[in-house]
């Protein structure tokens, strides 16, 4: 039989636990979210380049053309975007020799997705920047668009490990863009409406649309903020509770 001391002692562990999930699960509540649920189709983020809201472009330049019809960056980004060395992040796509045509398209219809989408809403999430207040993460890549990008870029070469940080800033060459856990690789595919494509026809339509609502439909529907459900998963396995 358990000793009274060996009893009090349990029962403050199980509150201190409690507690614990309590206040994370406060603290979830008010910093895991993205946007507000009712911002999270067609917009555009809060970045450096990006237009306030998004409406027709209809000169937008080669592989940004397919946001022409409804795009969250102007003419003169998706013309700046396609340059070797682009004055829209100081960077250049040869900084550790030449990346092969083939590889670099993916970064350039990257980067069109990043500046001109207004399908992102629901992966949008606030970032203390100097140069942007959001950014995007863990969106979900279609399977053949993941799969295509690597097979393109595997004998292209980059000297650094993560294009977010640590640059050679007095050089005159640096990135703010290309940051972690941008994308995730769904197991979906293209055509499916569950994972986002960065390329697509759009003489017939744009596919994230759907992809979009879907998402936001499903955080609408559900309790809890963005982000928060893994959160909580984790906390349950971490704070588990004597039986």
Known sequence: MLSAATEVQGQKDMAWKLMSLLLLLAWAATTCSARDRSDLLN????????????????????????????????????????????????????????????????????????ECSPNLGPWIQQVDQSWRKERFLDVPLCKEDCQHWWEDCRTSFTCKSNWHKGWEWTS???????????????????????CIQMWFDPAQGNPNEEVAKFYAEAMNTGAMPHGTGALLLSLALTLQLPG
């Open 43 to 114: 917009v555009c983020m809060d970045a450096k380049h990006h237009k306030t809201k998004p409406g027709p472009e209809d000169k937008l330049h080669d592989q940004c053309s397919p946001w022409r019809k409804n795009a969250c960056c102007s003419v003169n980004t998706s013309q700046e975007l396609h340059k070797d060395t682009s004055r829209l992040y100081n960077f250049n796509w040869d900084h550790c020799g030449k990346m092969e045509p083939a590889c670099k398209r993916h970064f350039i219809q990257d980067t069109c997705l990043y």
């Open 172 to 194: 005159g060459e640096g990135l703010e863009l290309w940051a972690h856990h941008s994308y995730k690789v769904s197991n979906y595919s293209r055509g499916s409406a569950r």
